[in-house]
């Protein structure tokens, strides 16, 4: 098992920039595929990036393509999504999840317990 926990959280101008981080518990940390979610009010949760477990492989969600870097650290358990150019509708509770079996399968079992970011206009 894993516990994730989520930091960097904010309020931010349109226009400003956030990084978000996602520190691991597991000693096994690189034996997890890793993604952000984010879920705005009244919205359904969706997917905003993921990152493969050595860091290689990286895929974006259209909405956020060209603003937003996700990355990893295996040596210190950490996961960071670095956001610029933010929107107000990048507004929502972000969420860093773990996925056990990689390789694209999508099968985040482990949450975190999410960090607001609200970007006002």
């Known amino acids: 098992q894993v516990q994730l926990v989520e930091s960097g959280g904010g309020l931010v101008q349109a226009g400003g920039s956030l990084r978000l981080s996602c520190a691991a518990s597991?000693?096994?940390?690189?034996?997890?595929?890793m993604g952000w979610f984010r879920q705005a009010p009244g919205k359904e949760r969706e997917l905003v990036a993921t990152?493969?477990?050595?860091?290689?492989?990286?895929n974006y969600a259209d909405s956020v393509k060209g603003r937003v870097t996700i990355s990893r650290d295996n040596a210190k358990n950490t996961m960071t999504l670095q956001m610029n150019s933010l929107k107000p509708e990048d507004t929502a509770v972000y969420y860093c999840?773990?996925?056990?079996?990689?390789?694209?399968?999508?099968?985040?079992?482990?949450w975190g317990q999410g960090t607001q970011v609200t970007v006002s206009s």
């Open positions: 990152i493969s477990r050595s860091g290689v492989n990286t």
């Open positions: 597991a000693r096994t940390f690189s034996y997890y595929a």
């Open positions: 999840a773990a996925d056990p079996i990689g390789g694209g399968s999508n099968s985040y079992d482990y």
